[in-house]
């Protein structure tokens, strides 16, 4: 994916999870230092001690022969790398999780009830499924029949559209062209046709399917030039950040978060067992 993203109204641009990035290489130095932890922690225990007979303690160890024995003991139990870097993988999995779902709380009345955010399914439903999508991501558009099944199945199901352009500027205009066609009233008529194109979704492709439903083209574009439409692009990326979902598809179905792709069959698991919390 591009590190940028940027708005065609305006100079401003959007960073592309910049934070997710940079934290992600921030861990890669964490390993090491586990490790240097794990092998002094070895060294010291009392049970690697007992194994071989020491004549010094750490304590008075010179440096170099401290690391020494850190790095023999490594090399001779190279399990011991494995085991910290996979404990440290878990913890930071559990982590993360901890902090998509409190941001999940804090955020949920945004995520759910944007005014900017098309609604499809049944507005009053009592189960709401949020997906997170950008309309150039082909694992989106093989996950559209599933999503039309799930709406066609299930009259109470509300669907909460966040458009999350994060494959560049094309992604961009589809996605400002898209929140447009709502003032046209043909967004869903424009998104069902936009997740069965082929090829890039450029601004071509865009204009060609915005024709081919009947939208107004010149009015089409003066409505995309909104500065609400940019903002509504900016929320929804920020809140995709706060959640982890940091590619495409996304979906938030009560309280679990599922990242990337899926099937129907998973999709009415998490509805009805959302159902069925709202129900307790």
């Not at 978060?257 to 999709?267: E, H, K, P, S, V």
């Amino acid at each position: 994916m591009a590190d940028r993203l940027v708005l065609n109204s305006g100079n401003r641009e959007l960073t592309q999870f910049s934070r997710f990035t940079g934290r992600r290489f921030g861990f890669l130095l964490l390993p090491l230092l586990l490790i240097l932890a794990a092998g002094a922690w070895y060294l010291l225990d009392p049970g690697f001690r007992a194994g071989q007979p020491l004549t010094t303690t750490s304590e008075n160890l010179p440096q170099d022969a401290f690391e020494r024995r850190v790095r023999d003991y490594l090399v001779a139990n190279p399990e011991v790398i494995v085991e910290a870097m996979q404990n440290l993988e878990r913890k930071q999995r559990e982590a993360e999780q901890t902090e998509a779902q409190a941001a999940l709380a804090a955020h949920r009345d945004e995520l759910l009830n944007s005014p900017e955010s098309p609604v499809g399914g049944n507005p009053q439903g009592d189960v709401t499924l949020v997906e997170f999508f950008d309309y150039n991501c082909p694992y989106c558009r093989q996950v559209a029949p599933a999503m039309v099944a799930a709406e066609e199945g299930d009259p109470q199901l509300r669907i909460v559209y966040k458009e999350f352009p994060i494959l560049g500027p094309n992604s961009v205009f589809a996605a400002k062209a898209a929140l447009a066609t709502r003032r046209q009233n043909l967004y869903p008529q424009f998104h069902k046709a936009m997740m069965q194109v082929s090829g890039a979704a450029d601004e071509a492709q865009v204009i060609a399917v915005a024709e081919e439903i009947g939208l107004d083209i010149e009015q089409l574009r003066a409505d995309m030039r909104d500065p609400v439409i940019d903002a509504e692009i900016e929320r929804n990326l920020a809140l995709a950040r706060a959640l982890r979902i940091n590619g495409t598809p996304g979906f938030v179905i009560g309280d679990e978060i599922l990242r990337g792709a899926t099937d129907l069959q998973t999709m009415q698991r998490l509805i009805d067992q959302a159902r069925k919390d709202q129900n307790r």
